[in-house]
Nanobody, 125 residues
Framework: QVQLMESGGGRVQPGDSLRLRCENINFALYGTGWFRQVPGKAREFVASITWRNGVKDYADSVKGRFTIARDGPSNTMTLQMNDVKPEDTGTYYC????????????????????WGQGIQVIVSS
């Protein structure tokens, strides 16, 4: 049974840094990544990375500020969030896609096969 687990969320001030971590990536997958969601809105793509080759993709809103990375031996993936802004507030979900075909649609939440429970990030002064 796949059980992705997020950690590292919390409340920070604008301009601060935060690192999110996703664990238990111990199954066959093509890619992994992060989405975020605020109440009343759809889940929004943040970043993704292919598990084998480490090819990264970012939403325009986080490019230059967020960095995604994966570590095969520890079965983990991280999202380093720098210079956070109030609009980065939301519940962040770790996800996994198991096939290359589905990964072509990686910026759409419905194409992801597995999700973690989500973790809250609040950016506020």
């Amino acid at each position: 049974q796949v059980q992705l687990m997020e950690s590292g969320g919390g409340r920070v001030q604008p301009g601060d840094s935060l690192r999110l971590r996703c664990e238990n990536i111990n199954f066959a997958l093509y890619g992994t990544g992060w989405f975020r969601q605020v109440p009343g809105k759809a889940r929004e793509f943040v970043a993704s990375i292919t598990w084998r080759n480490g090819v990264k993709d970012y939403a325009d809103s986080v490019k230059g500020r967020f960095t995604i990375a994966r570590d095969g031996p520890s079965n983990t993936m991280t999202l380093q969030m720098n210079d956070v802004k109030p609009e980065d507030t939301g519940t962040y979900y770790c996800g996994a896609i198991t096939t290359r075909d589905r990964y072509f649609g990686r910026q759409t939440a419905s194409n992801w096969d597995y999700w973690g429970q989500g973790i809250q990030v609040i950016v506020s002064s």
